[in-house]
């Protein structure tokens, strides 16, 4: 089951129906107008993303596709499937690769998987991860290949990974990496892991048999209570307003089981762990509080 219900949120709730409430009165601009246009053509409601690099980046890539004004460029992507397929790879940031910061992995491999085990409440048998926003599923990969190799034989590792861009997750299925997406890894783990292909690594069958992957909203969905050891979720939340990346994370937290470990990116902080039933662990990582 993904651990996230993705179903839209309700019309009219959440941070988004405060900000509109606090305009009220205000006639919409052609931005907000394109965000509402866009969220009918698709699963993405912009006006949930940090407002100032969103629009530059839609402005831009309209301006080069040949195409001046938000208004005429909404009438492209209602009419232009490739065009809407093109605007979303562009909207969503998808850069990723294996191993991406190391100290990360590290942290996890020394740190986090020993204690995880023996907090274990399934007598330290399985350890189950959430890579949410996880892209080409390198991050996925890299926590099965990571996780296993650090907790041994006997231990099962499950590892989920959801992303709003349906189009990323068939990349991400087959578990392919060119040198390029591939960042500092350890040559044995890589090897144990992966295959060499012409132009990179392909995740083994043994690999891949532990991941999985599913659509999900980390902005619009209901999640599974208590149904993780690990949550990773890096670089994917600086892209939502302040109110909206709060309550991604708060969900998160909710999805954690007492004991277990969210891990954020390199630069990113959760706002008020304590409020959220999450204690700082070091840098980047907090505990969900027992
Ligand atoms: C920059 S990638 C991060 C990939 C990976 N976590 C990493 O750190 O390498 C951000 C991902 O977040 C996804 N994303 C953006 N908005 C999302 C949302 N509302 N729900 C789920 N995923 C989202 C994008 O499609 C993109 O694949």
Not at 9 to 27: I, L
Not at 77 to 98: P, Y
Not at 227 to 254: G, K, S
Request: hydrophobic share 40%; aromatic share 6%; with cysteine.
């Amino acid at each position: 089951m993904s651990p996230l219900d993705t179903r839209r949120a309700t019309a009219g709730a959440g941070p988004v129906a405060g900000r509109a409430a606090a305009r009220q009165g205000a006639a919409p601009d052609d931005y907000e107008v394109f965000c509402a246009g866009v969220a009918r053509l698709c699963p993405i409601d912009l006006r949930r993303y940090k407002r100032a690099q969103m629009e530059r980046r839609i402005r831009t890539h309209a301006a080069r596709s040949g195409v001046h004004g938000l208004d005429r460029y909404l009438e492209v992507l209602r009419s232009d499937r490739a065009e809407l397929d093109a605007f979303l790879d562009r909207i969503t940031i998808n850069v990723s690769s294996l191993w991406r910061s190391p100290d990360q992995w590290r942290r996890i491999a020394d740190d986090l998987v020993p204690r995880l085990l023996a907090s274990s409440p399934r007598g330290a048998r399985s350890i189950k991860v959430w890579s949410a926003g996880c892209s080409i599923g390198a991050e996925a990969y890299t926590a099965a290949a990571v996780i296993r190799d650090a907790a041994g034989p006997g231990v099962r590792v499950e590892v989920l990974g959801t992303d709003i861009d349906r189009r990323i997750l068939e990349a991400a299925r087959r578990g392919e990496f060119q040198r390029a997406m591939v960042g500092p890894a350890p040559q044995d783990a890589l090897r144990r892991h992966f295959e060499p292909t012409t132009d990179g690594w392909r995740a083994s069958d043994a690999l891949k048999r532990g991941v999985r992957f599913a659509e999900g909203d980390l902005l619009a969905g209901r999640v599974a209570t208590a149904a993780h050891d690990l949550v990773l979720c890096r670089n994917t939340v600086i892209y939502f307003t302040p109110p909206d990346r709060d309550a991604v994370h708060a969900r998160l937290a909710e999805s954690l089981r007492p004991g277990g470990f969210l891990v954020v990116g390199p630069t990113e902080r959760v706002a008020s762990p304590a409020a959220i039933g999450l204690v700082g662990d070091g840098p980047f990582v907090y505990r969900r509080e027992a």
